[in-house]
């Protein structure tokens, strides 16, 4: 009751529809309104704010009443676009059915998760990439991408074999308009070469070019394999030269801008906003302390944490690898409070990181570091933290196999090339063996003169001064490069 109506506060429960198509809350049967409930309370554990609550409850009411059917004879797919259909002639407003729509997508969800069962991919547009290829063509590209999948994780599958026959059959096509292929053996150099001075003059890129030589080559080797003759001029086609891109690692002043922004974002009066900045501390600091990848911290399980060892085990990566990475005391503890704010609500996905009920996004990192790096001014991203993770374990003397470990790199010089060695690093190496060298041969020069002048010494200094550093590490280095430069004002004194 209310002191100024003396009636019951408004329910949506003691309302009746205008629409006598709507089946009212009291006359629904009994496991409907408790899954009402439970749907209102997933809501509420994702983080959505009161008036999304509101619009996604409201929707969801409407097609429970609609459908008047108890919740798990309820097909996602099928029952719910009757619904859609109920709302496009029901509502005039345009902003009220997009956001009853963006509610019945969470109220499937919902049912299927309830259901225990997954949401049907997207299904993949063969038409649009076959089109106009020979039917022999066609089945041996369907043959390709069936055996190349084997070698993929599922959950990857759909994406990736969207990709792959993107990059094999846009220049299979050109060559089919361009000339008549009879058999494979009919793709020959020539043919790509016009085929790449066609997409240059269209402004594709030399790495785009690239791409789809290395996924063409990987077409006609699986042929060849097979037994299917290929011209095997063609696979010997090399890549075009291209400017070799050095990886970038994010200045340590920049690094701490942007982790006093997050840490800015943990502290915010708003739930929602201090859930996301709690669970983006999480991730930032595997990122960058412990150097995992974007995919990987997407996919990263509860069960993969092994608390006592502070390790995690990073099952499948890049190259279907497994590898155990182990996380520092911040980190430890920025995953901790990440789950206690995560918390375990009944029908969640067991991953780590979730956003709306949802394992991350593959643009999710992105999107948040491009707004963290617009408040503070910086632009970083995500993987420059990773190349951040390992050019400073490298330049604080952490060798680089152990580096290589980490990063679950194959070939020791990826990990060179991810964090490179700085030209202070490679003069300390130069002097430190060539000193060797000439006590090697026994030179009269090397024992009348120092193992390093002044000016070898300022050299080393000044390229250990270009790496990334801490303010230590730099205040340590400028105290050092003076005392070199009073060293050579007083030796010439002494003589």
């Known amino acids: 009751m209310t002191l100024s109506t003396g009636q019951r506060c408004h329910h949506f429960k003691n309302t009746t529809p205008t629409d006598p198509a709507i089946t009212p809350f009291a006359a629904w049967p009994v496991p409907n309104r408790s899954f009402h409930s439970a749907f209102q309370v997933w809501l509420k554990a994702g983080g959505y704010s009161p008036s999304a609550l509101n619009l996604y409850t409201v929707a969801a009411r409407l097609a429970l009443g609609y459908l008047n059917k108890i919740y798990w004879a309820i097909d996602p797919e099928t029952d ?90 846009l220049p299979l096509r050109w060559m089919a308009a361009a000339i008549p292929l ?20 269209a402004g594709s890129s030399v790495s785009t070019i690239n791409t789809r ?59 929602n906003q201090r859930r996301m900045g709690v669970m983006d501390r999480a991730w930032l600091h595997l990122m960058l302390y412990s150097g995992l990848r974007t995919c990987e911290v997407r996919r990263l399980r509860l069960g993969d944490i092994q608390w ?47 956003h709306r009920h949802q394992p991350l996004t593959s643009r999710y990192c992105l999107v948040r570091m491009h707004t963290y790096g617009k408040r503070c001014g910086v632009q970083i991203t995500p993987h420059q933290l990773r190349h951040s993770c390992a050019t400073l374990l490298l330049n604080a003397g952490a060798p680089v196999l152990t580096v290589q470990a980490l990063l679950g790199h194959e070939k020791v010089d990826t990990t060179l090339g991810y964090a490179r060695l700085y030209d202070g690093t490679v003069a300390a190496d130069y ?26 010494l300022i050299a080393l200094v000044d390229g250990l001064g270009s790496g990334t550093l801490n303010e230590h ?23």
């Open 182 to 201: 009879r058999a494979t053996s009919d793709i020959t150099p020539k043919v790509w070469f016009d085929f790449v001075d066609a997409r240059l003059v």
């Open 473 to 495: 590490q730099r205040q340590t280095l400028q105290a050092l490069r003076d005392g070199i430069l009073a060293l050579a004002m007083v030796e010439p004194a002494q003589v």
């Open 80 to 169: 719910l676009e009757q619904v859609r259909c109920y709302i496009e002639s029901r509502y005039e407003s345009r902003s009220t059915r997009i956001e009853y729509n963006k509610g019945l997508r969470k109220l499937a969800e919902y049912l299927r998760l309830r259901r225990d069962k997954a949401a049907r991919p997207r299904p993949i547009h063969w038409e649009y990439h076959l089109d106009s290829l020979p039917d022999w063509l066609c089945e041996q590209v369907r043959e390709f991408v069936a055996h190349k999948q084997k070698s993929w994780r599922v959950e990857d599958r759909p994406p990736r074999l969207k990709k792959a026959l993107s990059e094999v059959c």
């Open 213 to 271: 030589l290395c996924h063409l080559q990987a077409f006609l080797r699986f042929l060849d394999e097979s037994g299917v003759p290929v011209c095997q001029r063609m696979l010997l086609v090399p890549m075009l030269r291209s400017g070799v891109r050095l990886p970038k690692d994010a200045p340590v002043s920049e690094l701490r801008r942007l982790l006093d922004e997050n840490e800015g974002e943990t502290r915010k009066s708003h739930a």
């Open 308 to 354: 006592e060892s502070q390790r995690l085990h990073i099952e499948q990566s890049k190259g279907l690898k497994d590898r155990l990475v182990y996380m520092s005391g911040a980190t430890l503890s920025a995953l901790q409070t990440w789950l206690v704010e995560r918390g375990m609500p009944e029908y969640i996905s067991d991953h780590v990181f979730i």
């Open 431 to 456: 002097y430190r063996a060539m000193g060797q060298v000439e006590r090697l041969f026994e030179l009269s020069e090397s024992r009348q003169l120092p193992l390093s002048s002044p000016a070898e």
